[in-house]
Nanobody, 127 residues
Framework: QVRLVESGGGSVQAGGSLRLACPASGYGYSNKCMGWFRQAPGEEREGVAAIYSTDASTLSTYYVDSVKGRFTISQDNAKNTVYLQMNSLRPEDTAMYYC?????????????????WGQGTQVTVSS
């Protein structure tokens, strides 16, 4: 049974950093796509970053344009945990952040393509 539990959210000032973590219980370390999504009040859920790994090596990473150069998605195979390092945070990054997983490649990594979700962790960035 897949179980995803996010941690690492919090409140920071603009320009600060946070690192989110998501242990991927129930997934093996290979042939899965793990994604980070976010949803602000009144907004649709959007993909932030995704990572596809196979055979214990990272194959591909994906980012939405607004976070490129600021956020980094990574995976620790030994801990079977996916991370989202968020630097140079902006007020517009404020949202609930969710970890999600699916078997196989990421494809277009839309929320509707992911079958497993965590409960979310709040990120608030003040100006």
């Amino acid at each position: 049974q897949v179980r995803l539990v996010e941690s690492g959210g919090g409140s920071v000032q603009a320009g600060g950093s946070l690192r989110l973590a998501c242990p991927a219980s129930g997934y093996g370390y290979s042939n899965k796509c793990m994604g980070w999504f976010r949803q602000a009040p009144g907004e649709e859920r959007e993909g932030v970053a995704a990572i596809y790994s196979t055979d214990a090596s990272t194959l591909s990473t994906y980012y939405v344009d607004s976070v490129k150069g600021r956020f980094t998605i990574s995976q620790d195979n030994a801990k079977n945990t996916v991370y989202l390092q968020m630097n140079s945070l902006r007020p517009e990054d404020t949202a609930m952040y969710y970890c999600a997983g699916k078997f196989g490649p990421c494809g277009k990594w839309r929320p509707e393509n992911f079958g497993a979700w965590g409960q979310g962790t709040q990120v608030t960035v003040s100006s």
